[in-house]
């Protein structure tokens, strides 16, 4: 059963991912949704760090933005809900047991070791920067709290298209 609600919870977040990627491509933005790390960098040597839920630039942009993607309305009691904060929080959720945060920072130091290849990939610049960025569905607490690391600014799909635009222009 657990096995069968997992399978089912990963397709609906692979399908999440895909709708966010939609919504930046219809603001005239360049996005692709569950990216392997090795493929985006274009390297075979690559620790198992998960795929990268949404890849974002502005073609003729300065930034990629590498974007964990959540749709937190699968949450459906309390308990779920603290479970995801907990997973979008600092720290360890157990110990050895890195949160969902973690994982999406260490997919993001381990691009900024390939950026070259990286950028070239999608068409921008070497003097191109990358950021990191967390995508949730609908408004969560940890929105309204300072980022815990400078790659885990939390946004909903409308405000990551606002900061991309802020961010390109400045």
């Known amino acids: 059963m657990r096995s069968w609600v997992g399978r089912d919870g990963h397709k609906l977040g692979d399908a999440f991912n895909i709708e966010v990627a939609d919504d930046l491509e219809q603001r005239g933005i360049k996005a692709r ?4 790390p090795g493929a985006l960098a274009k390297t075979k040597n690559v ?5 990268i839920d949404v890849v974002v630039w502005r073609p003729g942009g300065k930034t990629l933005w590498l974007v964990e993607a959540k749709d937190l309305s699968l949450s459906r009691t309390v308990a779920e809900v603290a479970d995801r904060i907990r997973d979008f929080s600092p720290g360890e959720r157990a110990p050895g047991k890195m949160t969902k945060l973690q994982r999406h920072l260490n997919r993001v130091a381990f691009m900024r070791q390939h950026t070259g290849a990286t950028f070239a990939n999608v068409g921008l610049p070497d003097h191109a920067h990358m950021r990191g960025a967390v995508v949730f569905s609908a408004p969560q607490p940890m929105m309204f709290a300072p980022p815990s690391a400078s790659d885990s600014h939390c946004y909903l ?10 961010d390109d222009d400045d």
């Not at 949704?33 to 392997?36: D, E, G, L």
């Open 33 to 36: 949704a569950n990216i392997r």
């Open 47 to 51: 620790p198992s760090l998960g795929d």
């Open 157 to 166: 799909v409308g405000t990551l298209a606002v900061a991309i635009d802020q």
